[in-house]
C-alpha cells in the first residue's frame, strides 16, 4: 500500500475542487485505466456515486459479479464489510479499495470477534454447546465473524437466502445462534413458527447476554443485540398513518425492520425482492417501501407510472455509506493513475480461508434447496 508521501495529490487537494473538477478527475482516471478498475455502487449508495457505477447490487451480488470480471481493482462504494466479502470472494490478483475507510456499518459494528467468541464460550460453560447450535451470521458482519461461523459448521445468509438456510439448520441443528442483526433473525424465525419465548436476546454487554441459562438452554434461537440504523427508524405507526392517508397502498418492507413493522406490512423482503416486486406490479399500483431512502427515491424516478412512497416521511439514509463522495472517489482513482493503491481493504489468509468456507456452505446449500 502507498503511503502519503506517495500520493499524488491529498484527499484534502480533491475536497477543494469543485464538482465539475471532480466529475472531469473521476471520468479522465476511469479512462486512462479502463477495465482495470471495476467501480461497485451498492443500491444504498447515492446518486452522484452511482452513476460513475459500472455495477449496483446489493453486497453479495456486486462481489461476486466483480470477482468475475478482469479488474485488477475493485473499488467498492459501499461499507467496510462490503469490500471485505469482495477481498474474500475476489480473484487472488484482484485488490480493493473502499473510497473512505470510515464508511462502516452500524450493525456490523455491533458485533465484534472478541464478543461473539466470548458469547460462544459462555454458552459452552453452562453446556449449552453440548446441544448442537449453529452459528450463523447474515452477510452484514465482520470477515471475522464469518470466519467463525466457517469453523463452527455454520454459515453466512443474505437477506434473500435467510428463509432456506434457517429451514436446513433448523432441522439439522437443535438451535441457532444467529449475528448480528436480531430482526433479521427475529422476522425469519417466526416464518418457520418459533415463538417470540423461544428467542432468546443475547445482549453482548451482559453476563449470559442477559439471559438465564435455562432461558439459553430453551431457546431454539438466539438473537445477537444488533440492528440497522436504518430500517430500524421505521415504525408500526408509520404503516398505520400511511393506510389512512393513502387509500389501497401496499406497504412493502425489508426484513432488517422490526417484527412489528414486519407483521403489519403486506410483504417483507430482500432488496432484490422489493425492486423486483415494483418492476412486476401494474401500472398505477401504490406503494409505501420501508428501506434506504436513495434507493426508495430511485424507484420512484423509474417508475413514474407507479406510486411509490417512502414509509416514513424522514430520511432514512445509510449516513455511512453516504460518507463515500465524489471526492472520495475521485482521490482513490487518480491515485490509482499514479500507480497508488489507497484504502485498500485486505482479510488476511486465514480469515479469508474460513469466511470462504461459511459462504461456500451458503452458496451450496441454497443450491440445494432450489
Ligand atoms: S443500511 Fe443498515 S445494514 Fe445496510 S450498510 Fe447501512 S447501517 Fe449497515
Redesign the pocket.
Known sequence: MSTVAEQARTLDDFVAMSDAEIEETIESAREVLGRRVVILGHH?QRDDIVRHADLTGDSYQLSVMASRTDADFIVFCG?HFMAESADILGKPSQRVILPDMGAG????DMASIDQVEDAWEQLGEIGVLDQRVAPITYM?STAAIKAFCGRNEGVVCTSSNAIPLFDIYLQEFDKMFFFPDQHLGRNTGANFGIPLDKMALWNPHEELGGNTADELREAKLILWRGH????GRFKDWHVDKVRDEIPGVKVLVHP?CTREVVEKSDLNGSTSFIIRTVEESPAGSKWAIGT?VNLVTRLAQRFPDKEIHLLAPDLCM?A??YRIAPQNLAWALDNLVDGNVVNEIVVDGETKHYAKVALDRMISMTEKKN
Open positions: 444504498y461499507v456499518c452500524s450493525m456490523a452484514n440497522c440504523s436504518v430500517h432488517e434506504e445509510c455511512t455509506m
